[in-house]
Nanobody
Framework: QVQLVESGGGLVQAGGSLRLSCAAS????????MGWYRQAPGKQRELVATITYGGMPNYADSVKGRFTISRDNGKKMVYMQMNSLKPEDTAVYYCNFRVLRSYGANDYWGQGTQVTVSS
């Protein structure tokens, strides 16, 4: 069984910062990709940032220059530092781990953490 637990969400004023963390536990040995996604009310879930096991990041255009994704492979954790937050960043943020299995790749998701940015 695989579990992902996010933390670090909350309420912040526009221009402020938050740091999200996600800890993975369970049967995870071949992580290929870790990432953060978000879903605002009435909208589809969207990619925010991903990072490969080797450390190569990728960002959505809307967060480039403001958000930084990082990981600790040994601890099976992924982080996201969010600076210069905007009201449009308000959403539930989900972490994701893509794990290689003998039959292919599986995606695992956390339960989500709310980020609310007030104007």
């Amino acid at each position: 069984q695989v579990q992902l637990v996010e933390s670090g969400g909350g309420l912040v004023q526009a221009g402020g910062s938050l740091r999200l963390s996600c800890a993975a536990s369970g049967n995870i040995f071949s992580i290929v990709l870790m990432g953060w996604y978000r879903q605002a009310p009435g909208k589809q879930r969207e990619l925010v940032a991903t990072i490969t096991y080797g450390g190569m990041p990728n960002y959505a255009d809307s967060v480039k220059g403001r958000f930084t994704i990082s990981r600790d492979n040994g601890k099976k954790m992924v982080y996201m530092q969010m600076n210069s937050l905007k009201p449009e960043d308000t959403a539930v943020y989900y972490c994701n781990f893509r794990v290689l299995r003998s039959y292919g790749a599986n995606d695992y998701w956390g339960q989500g953490t709310q980020v609310t940015v007030s104007s």
